[in-house]
Each structure stands twice: as structure tokens, then as C-alpha cells.
């Protein structure tokens, strides 16, 4: 109860504007990470579904990078975060150092991917509590199971919040282009550059929001004092898209975040968000399929899936 309320109160003191799509049913958020997870992974069984996306008072594996217990909060690449840029006169950040932010959020993703497929190793012949559903996300020892969801919820973790977090699927408001009205992309559905089975190019004009904690204009504010025309940089409080309604079936409704209420921007990177997080498990199958073979690829698959895990293996011998 201790660590839960000690949790709770890092949470507070670090605000929602500190988070991603909400881990949580408090500050503003209604758990929409879970709920974007939940809508993807349909083949999930109960259980093992309540370990990947999680469930009221637990963060599970795709909310693990926001629970205060770990040390990911502030972490931008986990976040896709300080991405930011503007093309004005002398802008704090250059848009190489932008890109370079938002490259270092997609290798972490690959890198998270990566670890869930090696770690996959321990469900090829399970022993011990390779099995278990214990599943703790908190950086302490735990079966193969839990290991493998928690890589896989990092990598889930931070390809949702690409899309909460910038321009891809945005439609800026009308009006003057500026650090509270960036442009946005206006893509509609999953980002190429984020499918590790395609060499992309970084996409012209991508940008997240600048985030260093809070309160924010302690970290994205700049004054005239270092020639920059404008008060604000691009914060993460004007380009995130972080909370809102998200239905059992993924519909998205009742944006709480200013740029999410513009042009439907909220319900466009919910559906987006839902697409990649479909496609980042299928991809996960195929790779599992290729680097342990069909038969025993087959069975890692259901172990992940299944609320009984050991059925997956047949009867005993």
C-alpha cells in the first residue's frame, strides 16, 4: 500500500503533462494506454490481456515507462519526446537536433523490440517460472513471460506516444503557424518510418514537443535575451494528444488536450496508435516465427497470448 501511495504521489508532483497517453485514472487521464492496447491486441486471453495493457491500479507492461517506481518518466526517447522545432529566426533548438531526439525514440523502439524476440528464448522449452503470470514490471527478476511483455509494452509504450506526442496525424488550427499552432503532418493511420521492416526515410517536417519537466515554461521558454523572436518554444503542452475517450472498440471521443480538441487530432492518433500497435504484435509474430522456427515460434506466440501458458507445450511427458 506504501509503495502504491508513494507512487502515487510522484505521479501528482510530477503532473499529467509529465506523462504520455494516460497510465492512470486520475489528473485528467483515463487510461489510454491501456484502453489503445486493449483495442489492438484482440487475441489476448483476460489475463495475459490485463498483463500487457494493464488495468485499473496496475500500470502493466505498456504503461511500465510512466510508473515512478522506474526511472523513464524523464526519459525523452522512451517518450518520443524533445523533438521540437520551428522554423523561425534563431530557434533554440536546430532541426538536426530534432531529428536526432526523434531518432533516438525509434531506436529505443527497435532496441525494446529486439529484446522482447531474444528474450523469447526462455518460452522455447519453458522451465522454472518461465511461465508464471506474476508479472510485476518493476525492473526486478521475473519470468520469461513477463519479460517478454515488458520489452514488448516499452516498445508498444513509446510507437503510441510517437503519435500523442507529434505532427504525424496532425491538423494544425487556422491561423498563423507558431509555437503554440505548430503545422502538422495530416498522415492518417501507422508511420512507415516506425515499421522496422522498411528503410524509411525521416519524414520531412516531423516534430515532437519540447519536455524537460515541470512546469514546463522552466524548460521551453526562451526570451529575447537569447535572440529568439517568441517566448515559447514548442512545448509538449501544445502538440500532445494525450487524453481523452477511448471506447472498447477504439473509437476515440471527448479530446481534454487543446491540440487534441483541433481538427479531430485526438481520435486521429488514437486510430493510428491502435494501427501500430497491431502491426508492431504482428510483426513481433513473424520475427518470432523466423528466428525459432514455426513450430516453436507457434508456441511462444500462445504462451505470450494464453491464460494457460502451459497448455501451449502439450501434456506432459
Given at each position: 500500500m506504501r509503495v502504491w501511495l508513494r507512487s502515487l504521489f510522484c505521479i501528482v508532483a510530477f503532473s499529467s503533462t509529465a506523462l504520455a497517453?494516460?497510465?492512470i485514472s486520475l489528473l485528467g487521464q483515463d487510461r489510454e494506454h491501456e484502453r489503445i492496447t486493449r483495442a489492438a491486441l484482440t487475441e489476448f486471453e483476460p489475463a495475459s490481456l490485463d498483463l500487457i495493457a494493464g488495468k485499473s491500479g496496475t500500470f502493466g507492461g505498456v504503461g511500465a515507462p510512466d510508473d515512478p517506481r522506474r526511472d523513464f518518466i524523464s526519459r525523452p526517447e522512451a517518450h518520443c519526446d524533445g523533438g521540437d522545432f520551428l522554423s523561425v529566426n534563431k530557434y533554440p533548438q536546430s532541426q538536426a537536433s530534432a531529428r536526432q531526439a526523434l531518432e533516438a525514440c525509434?531506436?529505443?523502439?527497435?532496441?525494446?523490440?529486439?529484446?522482447?524476440?531474444?528474450?523469447?528464448?526462455?518460452?522455447v522449452s519453458p522451465s522454472g517460472d518461465a511461465l508464471a503470470m506474476n508479472c510485476k514490471f518493476d525492473g526486478k527478476k521475473a519470468g520469461?513471460?513477463?519479460?517478454?511483455?515488458?520489452?514488448?509494452?516499452?516498445?508498444?509504450?513509446?510507437?503510441?506516444?510517437?503519435?500523442?506526442?507529434?505532427?504525424?496525424?496532425?491538423?494544425a488550427d487556422a491561423g498563423k503557424i507558431r509555437a503554440e499552432n505548430p503545422r502538422g503532418l495530416s498522415r492518417s493511420g501507422r508511420s512507415p518510418w516506425l515499421d522496422?521492416?522498411?528503410?524509411?526515410?525521416?519524414?520531412?517536417?516531423?516534430?515532437?514537443?519540447?519536455?524537460?519537466?515541470?512546469?514546463?515554461?522552466?524548460?521551453?521558454?526562451?526570451?529575447?535575451?537569447?535572440?529568439?523572436?517568441?517566448?515559447?518554444?514548442?512545448?509538449?503542452?501544445?502538440?500532445?494528444?494525450?487524453?481523452?475517450?477511448?471506447?472498447?472498440?477504439?473509437?476515440?471521443?471527448?479530446?481534454?488536450?487543446a491540440r487534441g480538441k483541433v481538427n479531430e487530432n485526438f481520435g486521429r492518433a488514437v486510430a493510428a496508435a491502435i494501427d501500430d500497435t497491431q502491426d508492431k504484435w504482428t510483426y513481433f509474430k513473424a520475427q518470432v516465427a523466423k528466428v525459432y522456427g514455426a513450430e516453436a515460434g507457434g508456441r511462444i506466440v500462445c504462451a505470450l497470448r494464453s491464460d494457460a501458458p502451459q497448455t501451449c507445450y502439450g501434456p506432459p511427458n
Open positions: 497517453f494516460g497510465t525509434r531506436v529505443w523502439l527497435f532496441r525494446e523490440l529486439n529484446d522482447a524476440i531474444t528474450a523469447a528464448a526462455g518460452l520469461a513471460k513477463c519479460v517478454v511483455l515488458e520489452h514488448f509494452g516499452f516498445a508498444l509504450h513509446a510507437s503510441q506516444d510517437f503519435y500523442s506526442h507529434s505532427n504525424w496525424t496532425d491538423r522496422p521492416r522498411l528503410p524509411v526515410a525521416f519524414p520531412d517536417g516531423l516534430i515532437s514537443g519540447c519536455f524537460g519537466g515541470v512546469p514546463e515554461s522552466a524548460y521551453c521558454n526562451y526570451g529575447s535575451a537569447v535572440g529568439f523572436l517568441g517566448k515559447n518554444r514548442v512545448k509538449h503542452a501544445f502538440l500532445n494528444k494525450d487524453t481523452g475517450t477511448i471506447a472498447a472498440s477504439g473509437t476515440a471521443s471527448r479530446a481534454r488536450t
